[in-house]
């Protein structure tokens, strides 16, 4: 239960970093297979499926609300070192997804496979480099349809391995005032303010129906994926997790370089490739 929890706390705060994707680091954990399994059998396996992703639910909530505002801090003051961990946690998955392809030839339906969803994320990271016009949060009807299919389309990013949903919210110019509103929703709870609790309800509640309901979608169509072509997605997902570090690279800054920072930020690269490692042993 503490691992999963452990598990989920990574995958929550990689959903808010830019650039980094919460499906890649679920692949990373060792979860992967699990959580897409428990998201397309909720209903026929209840009680299984819950046992799976009620302990990554909790650890993401963590993760999103107690540790997003430190791993924000960590970008300001050291951000190569924070990049590079987040490149080790990475990286430290990638052993576990060519252990599923080993022993099975390539092919040049792989290759292609690889060089595609390679291509996507380094393409992504390079228009991902301004964010777009910010996006109207006041409530009405059009805007929460809105907030429903930006929902939606995170989802869609977070359980996709390799694509980051904070980027895709950056490139459509909801980014900051998602991200500003769930800061401003927790600092209300925290305040019991409940004016302010029922605003941030009216805006955030469409857009975590729009998530929820975009998983379970696209979960199923990555279900029939894995059934059907099982190892064309395998070197879709070593596509993305390669591509992954240097989406990191493009996307964000990295400051004053100097040896200690460099030193450093090779010690953080280490550190979270063996939490990976470590984190994804079954």
Known sequence: MIRM?????VIGVANIIPGVSGGTMAVSMGIYDKMIHAATHLFSEFKKSMQVLIPIIIGAAIGVVALARVIEMMFAQI????????????????????????????KAGYIIAFLIFFGLVTGLALMGEQEGTAADLSFNLINAVKLFGVGVITSATMVIPGVSGS????????YNPVLSEVNRFIDNVLDFNMPG???????????????AAGIFVIAKIIEIIFEK????????IIGLIVASPIAILLMNQFGKIQLITIVTGLLSLVLGAAIALKLGEE
């Open 167 to 174: 980027m895709m919210l950056m490139l459509i110019g909801y």
């Open 5 to 9: 929890i452990l598990k989920g706390v």
């Open 229 to 236: 072509f099982p190892e064309h997605a395998y070197w879709a």
């Open 197 to 211: 609790i029922l605003d941030g309800c009216l805006i955030l509640v469409p857009f975590g129906i729009g998530v």
């Open 79 to 106: 951000p190569f070192q924070t990049n590079l961990l987040f490149i080790g946690l990475i990286v430290g998955g990638l052993p576990a997804m060519t252990k599923k392809v080993k022993g099975k030839g390539i």
